[in-house]
Nanobody, 125 residues
Framework: QVQVVESGGGSVQAGESLTLSCVAS????????MGWFRQAPGDEREGVAT???????DYGRAVKGRFTVSQNNDKNILYLQMSSLRPDDTAMYYC???????????????????WGQGTQVTVSS
């Protein structure tokens, strides 16, 4: 079993930055693909950023150019650096891990087996 735990959420003003962290543990193997998703009240959960086993990244259209996803050297901690935050970035942010290594990320949520409880990000204007 793999556990993923997010941290780093909070309340910020528009234009500020925030970095989220996600620690994967248990039977997690270095290089298992991971991603960030978010869900605002009343909306469906959407993909934010993914990273594959080779470090290739992909971003949702709404965050491209403002958010950066990265990992530590052991690839068991996932980060999401968020800059130029806007009120419409307000959401619960979830970290997720896939069961296997992969080449190329995906925002298809059914591909992700392990999910964290989420960390809340609130951006006020």
């Amino acid at each position: 079993q793999v556990q993923v735990v997010e941290s780093g959420g909070g309340s910020v003003q528009a234009g500020e930055s925030l970095t989220l962290s996600c620690v994967a543990s248990g039977n997690f193997k270095s290089g298992q693909c991971m991603g960030w998703f978010r869900q605002a009240p009343g909306d469906e959960r959407e993909g934010v950023a993914t990273i594959d086993s080779y470090g290739n990244t992909d971003y949702g259209r709404a965050v491209k150019g403002r958010f950066t996803v990265s990992q530590n050297n052991d690839k068991n901690i996932l980060y999401l650096q968020m800059s130029s935050l806007r009120p419409d970035d307000t959401a619960m942010y979830y970290c997720a891990a896939r069961r296997t290594l992969c080449a190329g990320g995906t925002f298809r949520q059914t591909e992700y087996t392990y999910w964290g409880q989420g960390t809340q990000v609130t951006v006020s204007s």
